[in-house]
C-alpha cells in the first residue's frame, strides 16, 4: 500500500515552515480561550494580568495557561532558526529524504514541547523532559545547517 505522504520524492519540508508556525500558534489561541472572560481581545497582553486579579479563576488553570503563552514564546524563538535551516538546507541540495525526516522530526518536537509544557506539567517532574524534548529540536535544527554546510563544502572541494 502507497503511502499517503511520500517522503523519499515529495519535498515536504518548506510546507513545514507554516505548519511550524501554526504548531507555535496552537497554545496561544489555548490559553485565550481557557482565558475566557478575562481574554481582551483589545488588549491581549493584558491576559496574564487580568488573570491574576480575577480571584475566581483556578489557579491551577491560570498556571496552564501561563505556561501556554510561555510555550509560545519559546516556538517562536526557534523558528526563524528553524524556517531558515530549512531553506539553507533546500539551497544546498539535501537529499529531500533527510529533509522531510528532519523537518518532520522538528514538527513532532513542538507538538511534544507543547503537550508536555502545558499539559503534563501540572507534575513539575515533567520539566526535564521538557527541556529533553526542546533540546532534541534544537539539534534537529544544528542538523538541517550541519548537512547544508557539509553538502556546501563537498561542492567546493571538488
Do not use: C
Not at 515533567?126 to 553538502?151: D, E, T
Amino acid at each position: 500500500m502507497a503511502s499517503l505522504i511520500d517522503i523519499n520524492s515529495t519535498n515536504w519540508s518548506l510546507y513545514s515552515i507554516p505548519a511550524a508556525f501554526a504548531l507555535v500558534m496552537i497554545p496561544h489561541f489555548y490559553a485565550n480561550t481557557a482565558a475566557g472572560k478575562n481574554y481582551d481581545l483589545a488588549n491581549p497582553g493584558k491576559t496574564l494580568e487580568h488573570l491574576a486579579k480575577d480571584t475566581t479563576f483556578n489557579k491551577a488553570a491560570l498556571a496552564r495557561i501561563t505556561r501556554a503563552k510561555a510555550a509560545v514564546n519559546n516556538g517562536f524563538e526557534t523558528l526563524a532558526f528553524f524556517a531558515g535551516g530549512v531553506v539553507a538546507a533546500n539551497a544546498a541540495g539535501v537529499p529531500t529524504a533527510k529533509l522531510n525526516k528532519l523537518a518532520l522530526g522538528y514538527l513532532a518536537s513542538r507538538v511534544l514541547y507543547n503537550y508536555v509544557y502545558v499539559i503534563l506539567q501540572d507534575n513539575k517532574k515533567f520539566a526535564g523532559l521538557r527541556s529533553l524534548i526542546w533540546i532534541v529540536g534544537v539539534s534537529i535544527i544544528f542538523a538541517l545547517y550541519i548537512s547544508a554546510g557539509n553538502l556546501l563544502n563537498a561542492k567546493l572541494a571538488l
